[in-house]
């Protein structure tokens, strides 16, 4: 059984082929105007690599913010459950799911199945998600790497007044006149987002395993105030930004199996 | 007096209002401790009142800080809401 | 009468959010040997305002943008409300301070919230009638209901999200690199209303904003619809303590004609208009509660 997972996300279309549980493909394309060309292009890349042709796919199931307006799918699964499908692929033990992109964050209670049992999400403020940390580094004129990693040299905690980016920018500048060392203050911008996320995942539960997927999972900085703010170490997963494509190819595998 | 604490942003509206005139009659102010984070104070507020008032380190993070006693589901009755005897304070999420 | 102090602009960049500072006093009026003197001192995030009162009448202020340090932008704008005056900190009774600032008003006699300041400013300045009060300031925004002599009877402040507070307007003035003071006018002079950004965030809508030029959206197009989606958040905040007759509008958004009078609109209310600048409500207030304090302790003494 060959089945195919299209994950059409906001900034990047990810294409995943999934043989018998083992990953044959991946391929991404940024989404820009044409999401649809783009995934078209992803698929085909993601064919070619495993030298597979259309026909030998048997089933593609669609996720992601887009997922309506993805090509060839016969179907179509949430963000939140194909999250979890794909984490708990690759690691069984985990049972809740943190995901945290430029826009949103969201925390996933699954069980051992990988069926989500609960989830909450933080949407539509900047000062919830990826883009409070864009733009404070921004405002400290640091470099979005090197803001995480330069985090980590600190061993002083700063809490930040503002809870909206606009006023944090205004906060940040401050902290720079009083001559507040740079990597004091990009720890207390990691500390304040990674508390807004632990508050946000306490309302399904912090059960262990924890893992983290998303763009700012590449964030050292993060990863560390989030595993003091939770007080465990998160998993994060390798090939995390192919989560959604391989939890959509999984239950394509399992809806078809039935058939 | 109708005090309203918290704020309207992108992810939505987050309030706790505490009815003032309720709130004069109370000795106790239960609430103070029944919150589990200890979001609330008693102050003497303009008009000279001694009332209960959310904390200013609270005020602009009541979705966050009130998040332990407001799960996804099985969303049990708010310790503050059942401690205050006057039915003083209401929230609006 | 009024003086009013221009900005240097530099050179290489304009700072398009910058309004301008002033300082006022009543030159008609003779100060020496009033019974009661009264000031009120407002430092906000972003501005301070100084107001002066004698026997309850306004007699000087000051507007001015507030500094890194509290306790200097009190001092300072206390002495360029004093400015010419002949006045001294030591003439004056009593000093109320207000504001975010207010605990930081090292001369003042007492603090209190700008929610009451507010109230009782708006009941001066619009008179007995007014009940609503809303209060666009720079970094957040509150929702007054009053009683005829300017107590408070419900009221909330919203100032954790930058959207609907003039920061948040300043940025939109500066993505546009439009003044400040003319975004409002700009916003009105489109053929047809667009619909307003979706974004109440002001991050995500300045995203929104980009991708609308992009698409070929005019500026004064862009205001509108940023304008109208600020009204639209401004009404949800009213609504939660209800809007009662006569309502007012006070701080430094109440001079952008463009959120007005899209607010105006959807309440379907027009707000009183006041002859005293808006941005001195909470100096006002606190200064007539001065007098009220000074008064009653005046009375104890006796």
């Known amino acids: ?259 | 007096m109708k005090a309203n604490y918290g704020y309207l942003d992108g992810s939505g509206e987050f309030f706790i209002t505490i009815d003032t005139d309720l709130c004069i009659e109370c000795s106790h102010h239960g609430c103070v401790d029944a919150c589990p984070v200890g979001m609330f104070e008693i102050i003497v507020d303009d008009y000279d009142d001694k009332v209960a008032a959310i904390k200013e380190e609270h005020r602009k993070k009541v979705k966050y800080d009130c998040s332990a006693c407001k799960p996804v589901s099985d969303r049990p009755p708010l310790p503050c809401v059942e401690a205050c005897t006057p039915g003083a304070i209401t929230h609006s999420w | 009468m009024s003086r009013l102090k221009g900005i240097k602009m530099t050179e290489e960049k304009k700072e398009f959010w910058r309004w301008k500072e002033y300082n006022w006093h009543d030159e008609a009026k003779d100060w020496k040997g009033v019974e009661t003197i009264t000031a009120g001192v407002d430092v906000g995030s972003v501005s301070s305002q100084v107001v002066i009162m004698l026997d309850g009448e306004l007699y000087a202020y000051s507007n001015m943008r507030t500094g890194s340090d509290s306790p200097d932008s009190a001092r300072k704008a206390m002495s360029w409300a004093l400015e010419d005056t002949g006045m001294t900190l030591d003439d004056i009774h009593y000093i109320v301070g207000t504001g975010y600032g207010r605990v930081n008003v090292p001369f003042s006699n007492r603090a209190i919230t700008e929610i009451a300041c507010h109230a009782r400013g708006g009941n001066m300045m619009y008179g007995s009638t007014v009940r609503t009060i809303l209060d666009m300031g720079g970094q957040d925004c509150k929702a007054i209901r009053c009683d005829e002599r300017g107590k408070v009877s419900n009221f909330l402040m919203n100032d954790k999200c930058a959207a609907g507070t003039g920061r948040g307007m300043e940025v939109f003035a500066d993505l546009l690199a439009v003044s400040i003071e003319d975004v409002g006018e700009q916003s009105l002079d489109v053929e047809e209303e667009p619909p307003p950004v979706s974004s109440t965030c002001v991050v995500f809508a300045k995203s929104e904003a980009t991708s609308l030029l992009r698409e070929g959206w005019s500026k004064k197009k862009v205001l509108a619809a940023y304008c109208s989606a600020m009204a639209h958040r401004v009404v949800t905040l009213l609504e939660r303590v209800g809007v009662e007759k006569d309502f007012a509008i006070t701080g430094g958004i109440a001079k952008n004609i463009g959120v007005i009078k899209r607010l105006e609109k959807e309440l379907n209310l027009t707000s009183l208009k006041s002859n005293y600048d808006t941005q001195i409500a909470g100096a006002l207030g606190a200064a007539l509660f001065g007098k009220t304090l000074i008064e009653k302790q005046r009375m104890k003494a006796k």
Do not use: W
Request: with cysteine; charged share 25%.
């Open chain 1, 1 to 259: 059984m060959i089945t195919a997972g299209i994950d059409m996300g906001a900034k990047f279309i990810k294409v995943l082929l999934l043989k018998d549980g083992e990953i044959m493909a991946k391929a991404q394309e940024m989404a820009g105007f044409e999401p649809v060309e783009a995934a078209e292009k992803a698929f085909s890349k993601a064919l070619s690599e495993s030298r597979l042709s259309k026909e030998d796919v048997n089933a593609i199931f669609a996720t992601g913010a887009g997922r309506k307006a993805a090509p060839f799918a016969q179907d179509s699964i949430t963000e939140v459950g194909a999250a979890a499908r794909g984490v708990t692929h690759s690691h069984p033990s985990v049972r809740t799911i943190i995901e945290v992109g430029a826009e949103e964050g969201r925390a996933v209670k699954c069980n051992e199945q990988g069926k989500v049992e609960d989830f909450a999400i933080n949407e539509k403020c900047a000062a919830g998600a990826g883009s409070f940390t864009e733009a404070m580094s921004r405002a400290l004129e640091v470099p979005l790497d090197e803001f995480g990693r330069i985090s980590l040299t600190s061993s002083k905690s700063i809490p930040m007044n503002a809870q909206c980016a606009v006023f944090a920018e205004s906060e940040v500048v401050s902290l720079v006149h009083a001559k507040t060392p740079k990597a004091d203050i990009a720890r207390a911008v990691h500390d304040a987002i990674a508390s807004r996320i632990v508050s946000m995942v306490r309302r399904v539960g912090i059960n262990n395993d924890v893992a983290l997927i998303g763009g700012v999972s590449y964030n050292p900085g993060f990863v560390d105030s989030l595993n003091r703010g939770l007080e465990t170490t998160v998993i994060i997963p390798e090939n995390a930004e192919y989560t959604g494509a391989l939890g959509a190819a999984i239950v394509a595998a399992e809806r078809n199996k039935n058939d």
